[in-house]
């Protein structure tokens, strides 16, 4: 009969793992698989800011324009246009939080002693993973109450819709040949360089699963032994201006992510110029608190909204 540990959700019971005399256990424990943490795989590293202090409420940075040309001047130069500059300053909101975990001391000998496993380590490893889905989902989603923006639907990036097959019929990707969907990805990328002029080029494709996977096993055309996938990474305006290949990644959140709950594609030039992301304090375990019988572990974590400081280097693309 089990030991008796009361009604408390959080302990664990490890007398309730019984081993036969004849069974061989395993070193370790299988972890129950969760999908991969996507969230700074998106923005160049670089673009996470930790060198903000902790106590922020808020970031900050100014953004600075310029305006003027030189032209032809008369005599003694009093023709001669003037220019200036501005200042604006861009806000983004900081907040701090939090996780915990409790056990009893009773508990944490039973585990050691059956699983030679230690259980504040393993509760610290829980705390660190949830403190990052919390991320993932502020990241990708935001967080309307605290005003922080989600990089799925972030205001000021331009919105399109990929276009008709050559039926007229539809616009998405299982019902097009590998030349509509290269002309998808080569527009959009193209879309963005033209509209800036050519100050931003896209140089990475974010898809939904099902079309990466697609990219990776249509050929580029009957006698060709390259995927798409493979065509398109050397065959586009970036690869030409940069010599560097397009990067693709598959990102589950962008299926449904469009208008009317179409699939969304992103381009996006990646450079730590466009993005923002304040992070004064990464994951910090404090030191174990005493509670009784029991042990309390608590860790805090501050970070700010995603941003992005130039939308016009992205563009949605819905209806794939």
Do not use: C
């Not at 972890?31 to 808020?58: C, F, H, M, Y």
């Not at 100014?62 to 003037?82: I, M, Q, T, Y």
């Not at 009773?106 to 504040?120: K, S």
Request: hydrophobic share 40%; no cysteine; charged share 25%.
């Amino acid at each position: 009969m089990p030991f008796d540990v009361g009604n408390n959700p959080n302990t664990v019971n490890s007398l309730e793992v019984v081993l036969s005399n004849f069974e061989d256990l395993q070193q370790g424990a299988e972890d129950v698989l969760l999908p991969e943490i996507k969230w700074n795989q998106v923005i160049p590293l670089e673009s996470i800011d930790t060198s903000i202090n902790p106590g922020a409420r808020s970031a900050s940075y100014l953004v600075r324009d310029r305006r003027g040309r030189g032209e032809f001047r008369g005599r003694k130069g009093k023709n001669a246009p003037s220019v200036g500059t501005t200042l604006d300053k861009v806000n983004v909101p900081i907040e701090s939080a939090g996780v915990t975990a409790n056990f009893d001391r009773a508990d944490a000998r039973a585990v050691l002693m059956g699983n030679d496993q230690n259980l504040m380590t393993e509760l610290g490893e829980v705390m660190r993973e949830a403190s990052e889905r919390h991320l993932e989902s502020t990241f990708f989603y935001g967080y309307a109450d605290l005003d922080y923006k989600g990089f799925l639907d972030y205001p000021g990036v331009p919105v399109t819709t990929a276009a008709l097959n050559a039926g007229a019929t539809s616009t998405e990707w299982k019902d097009k040949t590998g030349d509509e969907i290269i002309f998808d990805i080569q527009t959009a990328i193209s879309d963005v360089f033209i509209a800036t002029k050519g100050v931003h080029i896209p140089g990475k494709i974010l898809l939904p699963p099902e079309q990466f996977a697609a990219l990776t096993s249509i050929k580029a055309s009957a006698a060709a032994d390259k995927s798409l996938m493979e065509y398109l990474e050397t065959n586009n305006i970036y690869t030409k201006k940069t010599g560097n290949k397009l990067d693709f990644m598959d990102l589950r959140y962008l299926g449904g992510a469009g208008a009317g709950g179409t699939d969304r594609m992103v381009v996006m030039e990646a450079d730590r110029k466009n993005f923002w992301m304040p992070m004064p304090l990464p994951f910090d375990m404090l030191t174990p608190q005493e509670n009784g019988f029991g042990v309390d572990l608590l860790a805090e974590y501050v970070f700010g909204s995603f941003h992005v400081k130039r939308p016009l280097s992205m563009e949605y693309v819905d209806g794939i």
